[in-house]
């Protein structure tokens, strides 16, 4: 597994934001040397309260799951060979762009454009693909290294293939699922990766827009620091018998939202900062 960290100075920064996880509820809990039942939920309780409060970068789960080649913790480099050596012959792909978030914030020249080798710089995302058969892959940003955290597919299935014959390519590339479940014209399969599963198979339903993971901690049933990694398919049959559509998830639910926590606070420095180098410059003297 990865620290999702970009370097050094970032995890000096990013420090201010992580919020201490100890054991103080439990032993808070005990009372002459004995625990009862109410004790210990409230313990339980007091501590996923302080994991659900720590807005640190998250371990990217190492899973040997992919899709079209792309797989967790991946570099935006690595993800890219990944799809184009995997991608079918008629899809095309997008390059990969830098950016940085001083960029985003407009505290840098708009004729900057940043490379690989910019101080800082990231790839938000990639995608390949034509009209709407697409893989999109999604990249941890700053202060966490910038390496893939999720992957999304949306295909419509051009040939004849049975909801039995595409099950069983699912099984026989990731092994047979944790979980399946039919609703309607829908088949959905989850296969599940160390730890709590965070994201119900129900809200899995493909969505008429590219339906993404969620990223709000109402969305996350469960502390998002105990979230493990999920890949879900799920296959679309109006007739019953033959596909017509697929789309699959690739990801951390829990991952991603404790990052994208991280981003904004480590965002928010930036600015704070930018604002008092502001001040400290801002020595006009005025027209009295």
Same mark, same amino acid.
């Given at each position: 597994m990865r620290l999702l960290m970009k370097s050094a100075a970032s995890a000096a920064a990013m420090s201010v934001f992580i919020?201490?996880?100890? !054991?103080?509820? /439990?032993?808070?809990?005990?009372?002459?040397?004995?625990? !009862?039942?109410?004790?210990?939920?409230?313990?339980?309780?007091?501590?996923?309260?302080?994991?659900?409060?720590?807005?640190?970068?998250?371990?990217?789960? /190492?899973?040997?799951? /992919?899709?079209?080649?792309? &797989?967790?913790?991946?570099?935006?480099?690595?993800?890219?060979?990944?799809?184009?050596?995997?991608?079918?012959?008629?899809?095309?792909?997008?390059?990969?762009?830098?950016?940085?978030?001083?960029?985003?914030?407009?505290?840098?020249?708009?004729?900057?454009?940043?490379?690989?080798?910019?101080?800082?710089?990231?790839?938000?995302?990639? !995608?390949?693909?034509?009209? !709407?058969?697409?893989?999109?892959?999604?990249?941890?940003?700053?202060?966490?290294?910038?390496?893939?955290?999720?992957?999304?597919? &949306?295909?419509?299935?051009?040939?004849?293939?049975?909801?039995?014959?595409?099950?069983q390519a699912l099984v026989d590339k990731y092994g047979e699922p944790d979980e399946v479940d039919e609703a309607g014209a829908v088949m959905l399969l989850k296969w599940l990766y160390n730890g709590k599963d965070c994201n119900p198979l129900a809200s899995n339903l493909p969505a008429t827009k590219y339906q993404h993971w969620p990223t709000d901690a109402a969305s996350i049933p469960h502390s998002p620091r105990r979230c493990g990694t999920a890949l879900i398919y799920s296959l679309t049959a109006p007739s019953g018998d033959i596909v017509s559509n697929v789309e699959a998830k690739l990801g951390n639910v829990g991952q991603i939202y404790l990052n994208r926590e991280a981003t904004i606070a480590f965002r928010d420095e930036i600015q704070k900062k930018a604002q008092e180098e502001r001040v400290k410059q801002a020595t006009d003297a005025p027209d009295l």
């Open positions: 919020v201490a996880c100890g !054991s103080g509820g /439990d032993e808070g809990a005990k009372s002459s040397g004995a625990v !009862s039942d109410t004790a210990e939920t409230k313990a339980e309780s007091s501590q996923e309260l302080k994991i659900a409060s720590d807005t640190g970068p998250m371990i990217v789960d /190492d899973v040997d799951a /992919d899709i079209f080649g792309v &797989k967790l913790g991946m570099t935006p480099e690595e993800a890219k060979a990944a799809l184009e050596e995997n991608k079918p012959e008629y899809w095309q792909g997008s390059a990969l762009v830098y950016n940085t978030l001083e960029q985003q914030m407009g505290l840098t020249d708009a004729m900057f454009k940043p490379t690989a080798e910019t101080p800082g710089a990231f790839v938000g995302t990639t !995608s390949l693909g034509r009209g !709407s058969d697409r893989v999109h892959v999604y990249f941890a940003l700053p202060p966490a290294e910038n390496v893939v955290q999720s992957v999304e597919r &949306k295909e419509n299935i051009r040939g004849d293939t049975s909801v039995d014959v595409y099950r």
